[in-house]
């Protein structure tokens, strides 16, 4: 016959509660409306930031362009087959960056030309 002791009971749920994870991760997330010709509507993501990036369900990446009162502007980066509406999409709480170095100091883009100018 097995015995309960209950000190070993305490001791077990002692080491539960330590161990506990008390981390909350909230997630901001909202859905697609529509979406077409790279650029897809999202309702319900009321915490995001213009220029923010977004990851949709499937993987896409998009980058957050226009804040409405009641929805976002999201430009995709990539072909976004796969999205479709009610499609979910999270804030990834990064802005979008592009990495430059010290040799693109003083340079300016030409939009015309497309060239550099020095």
């Not at 999202?42 to 977004?54: F, K, R, W």
């Not at 170095?101 to 100018?117: M, Q, T, V, Y």
């Amino acid at each position: 016959m097995v015995t309960i002791r209950a000190d070993e009971i305490c001791k077990i749920i002692r080491e539960r509660i330590e161990q506990y994870n008390t981390e909350v991760k909230i997630v901001n997330t909202g859905t697609v409306l529509q979406v077409g010709d790279g650029i897809a509507c999202i309702y319900g993501l009321n915490e995001v930031m213009a220029s923010e990036l977004v990851e949709f369900e499937e993987g896409t990446i998009g980058i957050v362009l226009n804040l409405e009162s009641k929805n976002v502007g999201v430009v995709l980066m990539g072909d976004g087959l796969m999205i479709q509406e009610g499609s979910s999409v999270k804030a990834t709480g990064r802005i979008a960056q592009i990495p430059v170095s010290e040799a693109h100091l003083g340079r300016a883009a030409n939009k015309r030309l497309h060239k550099f100018k020095y």
